[in-house]
């Protein structure tokens, strides 16, 4: 389950230095899957960056920004997002 604006990226979009952002496409080092495992919910407004794994049963706290991955059945909140909890 998502809440609300919630959002995904497998990419960073567009290169830091100034002189790369002008290419039309995104470099394929920049980029790296999302998953989310089953039962998962994450919180209204949180951002969750590529290269992520949360596990099945984890939750996400609103607002979050997940750099790294969370283990299944985790609580995760803050910026950037740590784990608060286990269940």
Do not use: C, W, Y
Not at 39 to 54: D, N, P, Q, S
């Amino acid at each position: 389950m998502f809440g609300s604006e919630v959002v995904v990226t497998d990419t960073d979009f567009h290169p830091v230095a100034p002189e790369g952002r002008r290419a039309a496409s995104v470099a394929a080092a920049s980029m790296a899957p999302v998953l989310i495992g089953n039962e998962v919910f994450i919180g209204a407004r949180a951002v969750v960056l590529k290269g992520v794994t949360i596990g099945s049963g984890a939750v996400i706290g609103a607002a979050a920004v997940v750099t790294h991955d969370v283990p299944p059945r985790a609580i995760a909140a803050g910026n950037p997002a740590r784990i608060i909890a286990q269940m």
